[in-house]
């Protein structure tokens, strides 16, 4: 049976078989994974809690949600660890699914649509890309709506300004934002909300640990959000969710201060060359972002890109068919390093100015 088109980026073994290589020979710009990771602090957590693989974790992650509370300033009992910011969405959605409706900006990031649909959500869809970056929203529908945001968005990198949440948080019975993707601004430059979670009990903010830190196999995030809320989460999730060494590495990653200013440092220098690179080239129209991909028109068929790219260079760029609003006419790309950078441009320059 053929393998289905992947909705997410990573899909190395789809994308091996199309290319008809080893997954271990791709260079995979689709998943948006910080490239200098792991982290070292990451690979000895988990060596020395190898021991501790014959008991079960605990299952109030103590020391987890400790450390993360250290990190945010805020008491422990306003954390919840999941496996992966993914599975914490799901309990996001059952509960805006309550509502009378929930107001999705789109395009949007597919597993959004799918939770809340599993939850049978009322969805309002809202268009914010393109030609410019939503600066309001419609009045909320009723006084029991709710609204599902990322900051920054995926899949343009727009970075929505806390000026520009604040107001919504009046309007919208419940708001979840997801700040999968903020780590990857230094704190001087971040929007984060999370500061407000305890003034505003109808907000949720959801974390990732695995695309800064480079650990996406080890599945962890969390989430904020008021302690009567996370516990009827709690009721309705399996035990032990995370497992004893991705909570091993939340406890010590945060502290890493050397590996978060080097990824700053990376960042800030690598994606405006990187951008300006693919500007050059014929056909394609690079937006800016605020986050560690960047999203790509192109005047041809992304479909037959993707393909000439794996099947000519083995490099695999991010299709946005999962995103009806955009379809075959963008890409998304991971800002990787400058060498592999500059294998993308090499592949891409190729294939555009010889076709086959």
């Known amino acids: 049976m053929p393998l289905e088109r992947p909705l997410h980026g990573g899909n190395l073994v789809w994308a091996a078989t199309l290319a008809n290589c080893s997954p271990t020979a791709l260079l995979d710009f689709s998943a948006s994974i910080n490239p200098l990771g792991p982290p070292k602090s990451a690979i000895a957590a988990m060596q020395s809690s190898l021991a501790q693989l ?31 910011a993914a599975e914490l969405l799901t309990w996001a959605c059952r509960e805006l699914a309550e509502l009378d409706a929930v107001v999705l900006p789109t395009p949007t990031f597919s597993d959004y649509p799918r939770a809340l649909n599993s939850f049978n959500a009322q969805i309002q869809p809202v268009p914010c890309f393109p030609p410019s970056p939503l600066r309001s929203f419609p009045a909320a529908p009723s006084s029991q709506t709710g609204l599902l ?19 919504l948080l009046e309007q919208f019975a419940l708001v979840v934002v997801d700040e999968a993707f903020m780590d990857f601004l230094p704190p001087e430059h971040q929007h984060s909300v999370v500061d407000w979670v305890q003034a505003f009990p109808n907000l949720v903010v959801i974390r990732s640990l695995t695309k800064f830190y480079s650990l996406p196999g ?9 302690p009567d809320r996370l516990s ?4 309705w999730r399996d035990p032990w969710p995370v497992n004893t060494l991705a ?18 440092n990376w960042l800030k220098q690598t994606r405006p060359m990187l951008l300006a690179q693919l500007a050059a080239l014929p056909g394609l129209s690079p937006h800016p972002s605020a986050a560690n991909f960047l999203l790509v028109e192109s005047a041809q068929s992304v479909s037959w890109l993707q393909r000439e790219l794996l099947q000519r260079h083995g490099v695999f760029i991010r299709d946005c068919l999962s995103f009806p609003e955009l379809g075959d006419r963008y890409f998304r790309i991971a800002i990787r390093t400058v060498v592999d950078n500059q294998r993308l441009m090499h592949g891409l320059q190729d294939v555009l100015v010889h076709p086959t």
């Open 232 to 235: 009827r989460w709690q009721a």
């Open 54 to 84: 014959t008991a079960y974790p605990d299952p109030n992650y103590s020391s987890l949600r400790a450390a993360i509370g250290q990190f945010h300033a805020i008491s422990p009992d306003w954390i919840l660890p999941g496996n992966g």
């Open 218 to 226: 080890l599945r962890l995030g969390y989430a904020i959000a008021h």
């Open 149 to 167: 945001l990322n900051n920054p968005h995926n899949p343009t990198g727009h970075l929505f300004s806390r000026d520009f949440i604040l107001p």
């Open 247 to 264: 909570a091993a590495v939340g406890a010590v990653v945060l502290q890493d201060v050397a590996f978060q200013q080097r990824t700053w």
